[in-house]
């Protein structure tokens, strides 16, 4: 096992000795955290809970009465979410792309593998692949590794990887290191927001942080 490889894995052992299971997403129905997925985009999740609490207020929280919805009114519904002419557009594509190929039948868009779903909503405009990792993580619950801004703080704070590694090369390290596990994946990903968020800040609080056994080149002390 490579020196990567190995330190991916005791970051996750250190990471749940701490913090302890996640149990993410925090969403009630696979649709529902589809939709989060393109809302959460570049704003804080309270935020998509009040726009989420609106969709299902106007009973919108499913995928032919959204079809339905003008893209203006589903704009105003998400307000909260912020960029919300932007995300309106974006998340009527996606809607629109599941039901036009799929009749609005979530199950049987979700019903290939996961490469081929991944790829099909990187097809979509406005899913990128963060945006697209999670629907296939969370929603239709298949392996594949969200990689977010956090990952990439984490390991390059711990010599992981250096500043040009990009998305995929993140992503294939995390999943060349770990079996192709959706819980797994899921709550690696959970407890990785979860340390970013308490102690790998932009301005980090090592002092406490669990990650704090490892040193300066990333070896374990």
């Not at 979410?81 to 039901?99: E, P, Q, S």
Request: glycine share 4%; hydrophobic share 40%.
């Amino acid at each position: 096992m490579t020196r990567s490889a190995t330190l991916i894995r005791q970051i996750y052992d250190a990471l749940l000795e701490r913090f302890g299971p996640q149990n993410w997403w925090p969403a009630q129905s696979a649709t529902e955290m589809m939709i989060g997925a393109i809302l959460t985009q570049n704003t804080a999740w309270k935020n998509v809970e009040q726009a989420l609490a609106n969709l299902r207020r106007e009973g919108l929280l499913d995928l032919r009465a959204l079809h339905q919805t003008p893209v203006e009114t589903l704009a105003q519904l998400i307000r909260p979410a912020g960029y919300y002419n932007i995300k309106a557009r974006r998340l009527m594509n996606l809607i629109d792309f599941i039901c036009t190929r799929y009749d609005c039948d979530l199950d049987a868009f979700f019903d290939q593998p996961a490469h081929t779903l991944r790829e099909e909503l990187l097809s979509i405009s406005g899913v990128g692949r963060e945006t697209a990792d999670s629907i296939v993580l969370y929603a239709a619950k298949k392996p594949t590794f969200v990689v977010d801004a956090y990952t990439a703080r984490i390991l390059r704070r711990h010599f992981v990887i250096d500043e040009t590694a990009d998305y995929e090369e993140i992503k294939d390290l995390f999943e060349s290191a770990l079996p192709a596990d959706e819980p797994l994946f899921n709550e690696y990903h959970a407890l990785i927001v979860m340390c970013a968020k308490g102690y790998c800040r932009p301005r980090a609080l090592c002092e406490h942080c669990p990650l704090n056994v490892f040193d300066h080149d990333g070896a374990l002390r």
